[in-house]
Nanobody
């Protein structure tokens, strides 16, 4: 079992920045990948960014060039740096841990971008 605790969400104006953090209750070193997903009202949950245990990253087209995912294995933490935020980035952001045979999810953190 692993618990994921997200933090860093909030209200920001268009063009602003936020950094989300996801701290795991145990080592993330051996997980297949860590990721950030988001879900806006009335929409399906979608992948925002992911990072494998080898450091390979993947981004949704809508956030490429604006968001950066990173991981600090020593701190069991994954980050999502979000720059040039847009109103369409408004959503609940969820941290995900792909443990090969099971997916773990955090409780989510709200990001609201005002126009």
């Amino acid at each position: 079992q692993v618990q994921l605790l997200e933090s860093g969400g909030g209200l920001v104006q268009t063009g602003g920045s936020l950094r989300l953090s996801c701290e795991a209750s145990r080592s993330i070193f051996n997980f297949n990948a860590m990721g950030w997903y988001r879900q806006a009202p009335g929409k399906q949950r979608e992948l925002v960014a992911s990072i494998t245990r080898t450091g390979r990253t993947n981004y949704a087209d809508s956030v490429k060039g604006r968001f950066t995912i990173s991981r600090d294995n020593a701190k069991n933490t994954v980050y999502l740096q979000m720059n040039s935020l847009k109103p369409e980035d408004t959503a609940v952001y969820y941290c995900n841990a792909d443990a090969f045979t099971y997916d773990y999810w955090g409780q989510g953190t709200q990001v609201t971008v005002s126009s």
